[in-house]
């Protein structure tokens, strides 16, 4: 089974622009994982960010963005907010089967 | 609106089995997959399975496989997840999840169900 990696935390300043990645054990992510990326914050149920790579929910803020970088799928936060302080996790589908990272701590401070 | 509505919390002893259910709402319950995924205590997703509604097909995380069991009934557009021989590192918040046909990802979520077992 694959394993799907995330760093386990990250910082970034008020206003700031931030990137999380996604790589998987297998090789380059690509489209055909069809990335998706969730921001949990505690005591709550996840909320899905970005689908399909790149694609945003009618609920997904402006300032997050879902791409490919060198390899891996990239979330990538633009004039981070006091809100968006939570756990991020990347999700990559494999024939049907889909796998987790381990979830990235975001701290806005 | 869409909605997933999960059963209440749960508390089990070790070795019985747990059944959750979640009832989806607000769309044509055999048009989307529906995936469910735990979250032990201070821990990261984790993934279990995926049921196809329309036909009642499955597919298992390697896991689980032989210890889940995930049905559906589309008369009350309700889908199931059973998890047998529980064990204490079986203790989580269980959520279910619609998953796109195509892409297989989730979009909307359940509030979670609360599972404990203890002796």
């Known amino acids: 089974q694959a394993v799907v990696t995330q760093e386990p935390s990250l910082t970034v300043s008020p206003g700031g622009t931030v990137t999380l990645t996604c790589g998987s054990s297998?090789?380059?992510?690509?489209?055909?994982?069809?990335p998706y990326w969730f921001q949990q914050k505690p005591g709550q149920a996840p909320r899905t960010l970005i689908y399909?790579?790149?694609n945003k929910h009618s609920w997904t803020p402006a300032r997050f963005s879902g791409s490919l970088l060198g390899g891996k799928a990239a979330l990538t936060l633009s004039g981070a907010q006091p809100e968006d302080e939570a756990e991020y996790y990347c999700?990559?589908?494999?024939?049907?089967?889909?796998?987790f990272g381990g979830g990235t701590k975001l701290t806005v401070l | 609106q869409v909605q997933l509505v999960q059963s209440g919390a749960e508390v089990k002893k070790p070795g019985a089995s747990v059944k959750v259910s979640c009832k989806a709402s607000?769309?044509?319950?055999?048009?989307?997959?529906m995936h469910w995924v735990r979250q032990a205590p201070g821990q990261g997703l984790e993934w279990m399975g995926i049921?196809?509604?329309?036909?009642?097909?499955?597919s298992y995380a390697q896991k689980f496989q032989g210890r889940v069991t995930m049905t559906r009934d589309t008369s009350t557009s309700t889908v199931y997840m059973e998890l047998s021989s529980l064990r204490s590192e079986d203790t989580a918040v269980y959520y279910c999840?619609?998953?796109?046909?195509?892409?297989?990802?989730?979009?909307?979520w359940g509030q979670g169900t609360t599972v404990t077992v203890s002796s």
């Open positions: 999700l990559l589908s494999y024939s049907g089967a889909s796998t």
């Open positions: 049921i196809n509604p329309s036909g009642g097909s499955t």
């Open positions: 399909d790579t790149s």
């Open positions: 999840a619609r998953g796109d046909v195509v892409t297989y990802g989730m979009d909307v």
């Open positions: 607000g769309y044509t319950f055999t048009s989307y997959y």
């Open positions: 297998t090789g380059a992510v690509t489209s055909g994982h069809y």
